[in-house]
């Protein structure tokens, strides 16, 4: 099997429509979250982490001047088109396109909503940026709750090693919306203050939104400054709950074990974990079960939830390029959020963003239906 790489990437976001503006944001400890008072989002104040609507349809007119897509739509082209552009690789029969988003286009069912409510079918959305760039192969969608962003990644290396293509682009992404965030509320999960993953004080999650792009490729050619290589991954459901995570971490567990037997590598090299972290009670707790059954529990560890709220379908893959530029800047970031542990594992949270020697950094989720997965990556230069 050939080297698979994560290369060009790009991050479109309340902090920033580049990854580079995204990541200098992080590292002056700038968060996109904010008390949102909108009827026409949510019947009450929430907390959360919104893409400006008028710098938005900014960048998306200088790409189209056809006013035919959702705000979805304009986000995920907005960021693949970044990718496509600099990576310099032409979209022949040899390259593949994986969409991964939890909900797609669900505000396609408001009724004040100007857009067909078949749009809210995954498979117009894939539709939507296949055709829009002209690739040759069918998107393929990956929807598998909050860990499609990391999983996407996974899918695209498999789909290599197996030599059906030697290119993958991803695009993730979700919105904020009306139906995620009364669900969220009806579970009693949402915090009205940012939030403060594995604290002892930490009391739910913010929602937010995001799209994230990356190429995922085995060309030594097409590689950017911060790209990584993707040594393991594996992927475990727990099977236990259709919204509570395993009490014993056993899915996450399993799929971490997945991927270090892969990569062939032990705990003690990982020099970084990008966890999940949503700042619920359970989650964080299974967390930490899990990272210590693992013999993690001493690695530097940070959830980016406090920058960016769940983005839900598109955490993985943001996260994920957060860690590229953490190895590529020799920087760990401070976990936002986080003063006093409220679990009942040891943890080592990254309390302030300093520089520091890295090399390998494994990046976990964990979602809905007891869905788990864990990859690892290393410094491809």
């Known amino acids: 099997m050939s080297t698979v790489h994560v290369s060009y990437n790009n991050i479109v976001s309340a902090l920033g429509f580049s990854t580079d503006e995204v990541v200098k944001n992080i590292a002056a400890g700038h968060s996109g979250l904010k008390i949102v008072d909108d009827k026409r989002i949510f019947q009450e104040s929430f907390c959360g982490a919104l893409i400006d609507t008028e710098k938005l349809q900014t960048a998306f007119n200088k790409l189209s001047p056809i006013y035919q897509y959702t705000r979805l739509e304009q986000m995920m082209i907005t960021s693949l088109s970044d990718v496509i552009k600099n990576s310099g690789i032409k979209l022949n029969e040899r390259v593949g396109l994986i969409i991964s988003s939890t909900k797609g286009n669900i505000d396609a069912l408001g009724n004040d909503n100007y857009f067909d409510e078949h749009r809210a ?43 059906v293509y030697d290119h993958v682009f991803i695009a993730s992404g979700d919105v904020v919306s009306r139906f995620t965030l009364s669900g969220f509320h009806s579970f009693q999960a949402l915090s009205k203050a940012p939030c403060k993953p594995y604290d002892a004080n930490r009391i739910g999650i913010n929602i937010g939104e995001v799209a994230a792009s990356a190429l995922v490729t085995n060309s030594e050619q097409h590689l950017s400054e911060d790209s990584v290589i993707v040594l393991g991954e594996g992927t475990s459901n727990d099977a236990n709950h259709i919204s509570g995570p395993s009490r014993t971490g056993e899915g996450l567990y399993r799929s971490m074990q997945s991927a270090f037997k892969e990569a062939k590598i032990s705990a003690n090299e990982i020099d970084y974990v990008s966890a999940h972290g949503t700042a619920t009670l359970f989650n964080d707790e299974m967390e930490a079960i899990a990272f210590n059954r693992m013999g993690l529990s001493k690695v530097p560890l940070n959830s980016l939830k406090g920058y960016f709220g769940h983005t839900l379908g598109a955490s993985g893959l943001v996260e994920t390029i957060v860690g590229m530029q953490s190895l590529k800047n020799q920087t760990v970031f401070k976990s936002a959020g986080f003063e006093t542990s409220g679990v009942t594992q040891p943890l080592n949270v990254i309390e302030k963003t300093e520089e520091k020697k890295l090399q390998i950094f494994l990046k976990t989720a964990s979602g809905f239906g007891g869905c788990n997965t864990a990859v690892i990556f290393k410094k491809s230069k």
């Open 121 to 163: 079918y995954l498979s117009k959305l894939g539709n939507q940026i296949n055709t829009f760039f002209n690739f040759k192969n069918e998107a393929i969608v990956v929807s598998n709750a909050c860990v499609s962003g990391i999983l996407a990644v996974s899918i695209a290396k498999r789909y290599i090693d197996h030599g």
